[in-house]
């Protein structure tokens, strides 16, 4: 896996994806597990089949988006027919890693373990394809907020969809730089737009248009982050937390009902909210007077400008359009823009919500 993250013939290509971010994501999805409690929920097996999908989630990433891949036709969009291109890639990658000799770690488990694993790693990896993250927030929106769901019904929910819980911690762990201190997120977001700026390069000598942010003339990256946290961030991290909540009560009452000592209900303790609010003031504070940002962040929540006006164009869309060549929004994990933010100073809005 390492040699997939490293190698010459991938590196050379990307700037953001390599081995020092497969071990953030780690290093992220860890201790999103252990310091929420959420570990004490899973089995053994599901907790290395998370850690593991961390691992691999971008191994032999190609620097470029999966659109950038259907619209240059290249050989993995053939091979994967134009479906979550880049994430295919990186499971297929690994699993022939696992193949070679003294190279699988796991071939003590037994084939039902294994074959469980697998199940969880594939999932989890493909749950990392930001064309799926709406989809994704709705779904556990839904089984946490229904105004007619009842305690036993999200019970039973996380009981039957354990994969879908397991998939938005390693989602939220691959995103979560804004979430960092602001040297390790500038440092992250530096490389990522430098990776969206060699895709736009390419475009450019291709002659095919530029992706939203892979300018370099006309990017603004201020702007971007500041949308990028949130509508894409924010919402997320706050849902998560929800989530650890949710089982957390599960848990206790799970307990309680067996004859055990549940713990005392408390709601999970949110590191992220307080650097999420400070990166966001940072980016705001870099944008141009001329140039509008709706929403700032206070205490890990979207609140209001005094200045600033909400109206119908402000309001993100929940459900994202399909992509194409034309409208597509980078993929990589940190610099998603809302689609009703001005983030090109010479090109409108894009339409594609990702």
Same mark, same amino acid.
Request: with cysteine.
């Given at each position: 896996?390492?040699?997939?993250?490293?190698?010459?013939?991938?590196?050379?290509?990307?700037?953001?994806?390599?081995?020092?971010?497969?071990?953030?994501?780690?290093?992220?999805?860890?201790?999103?597990?252990?310091?929420?409690?959420?570990?004490?929920?899973?089995?053994?097996?599901?907790?290395?089949?998370?850690?593991?999908?961390?691992?691999?989630?971008?191994?032999?990433?190609?620097?470029?988006?999966?659109?950038?891949?259907?619209?240059?036709?290249?050989?993995?969009?053939?091979?994967?027919?134009?479906?979550?291109?880049?994430?295919?890639?990186?499971?297929?990658?690994? !699993?022939? !890693?696992?193949?070679?000799?003294?190279?699988?770690?796991?071939?003590?488990?037994? @084939?039902?373990?294994?074959?469980?694993?697998?199940?969880?790693?594939? /999932?989890?990896?493909?749950?990392?394809?930001?064309?799926?993250?709406?989809?994704?927030?709705?779904?556990?929106?839904?089984?946490?907020?229904?105004?007619?769901?009842?305690?036993?019904?999200?019970?039973?929910?996380?009981?039957?969809?354990?994969?879908?819980?397991?998939?938005?911690?390693?989602?939220?762990?691959?995103?979560?730089?804004?979430?960092?201190?602001? /040297?390790?997120?500038?440092?992250?977001?530096?490389?990522?737009?430098?990776?969206?700026?060699?895709?736009?390069? @390419?475009?450019?000598?291709?002659?095919?248009?530029?992706?939203?942010?892979?300018?370099?003339?006309?990017?603004?990256?201020?702007?971007?982050?500041?949308?990028?946290?949130?509508?894409?961030?924010?919402?997320?991290?706050?849902?998560?937390?929800?989530?650890?909540?949710?089982?957390?009560?599960?848990?206790?009452?799970?307990?309680?009902?067996?004859?055990?000592?549940?713990?005392?209900?408390? @709601?999970?303790?949110?590191?992220?909210?307080?650097?999420?609010? /400070?990166?966001?003031?940072?980016?705001?504070?870099?944008?141009?007077?001329?140039?509008?940002?709706?929403?700032?962040?206070?205490?890990?929540?979207?609140?209001?400008?005094?200045?600033?006006?909400?109206?119908?164009?402000?309001?993100?869309?929940?459900?994202?359009?399909?992509?194409?060549?034309?409208? /597509?929004?980078?993929?990589?994990?940190?610099?998603?823009? #809302?689609?009703?933010?001005?983030?090109?100073?010479?090109?409108?809005? #894009?339409?594609?919500?990702?």
């Amino acid at each position: 896996v390492e040699e997939g993250l490293k190698s010459k013939q991938w590196y050379q290509r990307r700037v953001r994806v390599n081995a020092e971010y497969g071990a953030d994501v780690l290093i992220t999805t860890h201790n999103l597990i252990t310091l929420t409690g959420f570990a004490s929920w899973l089995t053994d097996i599901e907790i290395l089949s998370l850690l593991f999908s961390a691992i691999i989630h971008d191994v032999e990433h190609t620097g470029t988006t999966n659109n950038f891949h259907i619209c240059t036709g290249s050989p993995l969009t053939i091979m994967y027919n134009d479906r979550s291109v880049l994430e295919n890639h990186h499971i297929s990658t690994a !699993y022939r !890693y696992l193949e070679q000799a003294d190279c699988n770690p796991f071939d003590k488990l037994s @084939k039902d373990d294994f074959r469980e694993m697998r199940g969880i790693v594939v /999932e989890a990896v493909l749950g990392t394809d930001m064309s799926a993250h709406f989809t994704q927030i709705k779904n556990m929106q839904n089984a946490l907020f229904s105004p007619s769901s009842t305690q036993k019904d999200i019970a039973a929910f996380f009981s039957v969809n354990r994969n879908t819980a397991m998939t938005l911690v390693l989602h939220c762990a691959d995103i979560s730089h804004p979430t960092k201190p602001w /040297e390790l997120h500038k440092t992250w977001t530096d490389n990522l737009m430098e990776e969206f700026f060699k895709q736009g390069d @390419k475009e450019t000598a291709l002659g095919i248009p530029n992706s939203p942010l892979c300018n370099r003339q006309e990017t603004l990256i201020p702007e971007s982050q500041v949308g990028f946290i949130d509508f894409i961030i924010l919402p997320s991290m706050n849902l998560l937390g929800d989530m650890f909540d949710a089982l957390l009560q599960v848990q206790n009452e799970e307990a309680a009902s067996g004859g055990g000592n549940p713990g005392e209900f408390r @709601k999970v303790t949110r590191p992220w909210d307080k650097p999420l609010s /400070e990166n966001r003031k940072r980016w705001k504070a870099l944008v141009k007077p001329s140039e509008d940002v709706v929403a700032p962040v206070e205490n890990g929540l979207i609140m209001e400008e005094e200045d600033e006006k909400e109206s119908d164009s402000n309001t993100p869309s929940s459900n994202p359009t399909q992509q194409n060549c034309k409208t /597509e929004q980078p993929e990589l994990n940190g610099s998603v823009p #809302p689609p009703q933010a001005a983030l090109l100073r010479k090109q409108p809005p #894009p339409q594609a919500a990702l």
